[in-house]
């Protein structure tokens, strides 16, 4: 692990590569019995946790002791990654999976870890939520839907001045234009594409200017089967 994340200009402290073999660990045993990713035992590490922790390498994109809440996380990329190697962030794992929030659990009891919250529900739903609506500098996602569909869960979470930050590939330029026109409607700015390694790997960024119109997001499921799109 150590190795494979230097090589890919990360450097982690001896304690967190720790956590991070432990997670690993876990996610083949329980891999097993349920499913958690189709990825095969031998690349989990590169394409899931490497990958997950490569926007680290960006300066300031993830400031000491940000709030950041995934979206989405499914089996815990990026966010549990990134909460152990990052302890002085606090993390919130959103996940609509009841199963998956159990072996997400199961994986924070083992790290012993104190900065992740984890929590069963839809986008839709605790996006209304006073507790967590606007109330994150990050909210971040993997994966999970093209940008517009991720601004719509994502944005009504971030308070203005915070970030919405996406791990895409290079398909992200064709989803651009609706990006944009959704980002605008929801109180963001413009996507922001950076580079994060050779093959197309990148982060879309969102920056929230302004707060969320209080209709978003809109009720379960209809991000979509009708997400925003620019005007044609």
């Known amino acids: 692990m150590k190795q494979l994340l230097e ?3 990360l450097f982690i402290d001896a304690a967190a590569i720790v956590r991070l073999e432990k997670y690993l660990e876990l996610l083949i045993a329980w891999n097993r019995q349920m499913d958690l990713t189709s990825v095969p035992d031998h690349e989990m590490a590169e394409r899931h946790f490497v990958d997950s922790l490569l926007p680290l390498t960006i300066e300031n994109l993830f400031p000491e002791k940000c709030t950041l809440i995934d979206v989405g996380t499914g089996a815990g990329f990026p966010g549990l990654v990134l ?3 990052r302890p002085d962030m606090q993390v919130t794992l959103l996940e609509a999976q009841q199963k998956r929030c159990t072996f997400l659990k ?12 984890i929590i069963h529900d839809r986008a839709e739903t605790l996006g209304r939520n006073d507790a967590h609506r ?9 994966a999970v839907a093209p940008m517009n569909v991720l601004c719509e869960y994502l944005l009504p979470f971030v308070q203005p001045g915070g970030m919405a930050v996406c791990w895409k590939g290079p398909q992200v330029e064709q989803e651009k234009a609706d990006g944009n026109a959704a980002a605008r409607k929801l109180g963001g700015s413009d996507i ?17 200017t302004e707060k969320t119109l209080p209709q978003y997001p809109r009720k379960n499921g209809i991000p979509t089967k009708r997400p925003l799109k620019a005007d044609k």
Request: aromatic share 2%.
């Open 7 to 9: 090589k890919n200009g």
């Open 192 to 208: 922001v594409v950076l580079p994060v390694q050779q093959g197309g790997h990148v982060v879309a960024c969102v920056e929230k």
């Open 106 to 117: 199961a994986v924070c009891d083992a790290l012993q870890l104190e900065n992740v919250t």
């Open 134 to 142: 606007e109330m994150y500098i990050r909210a971040v996602a993997r």
């Open 83 to 85: 909460a152990a190697a």
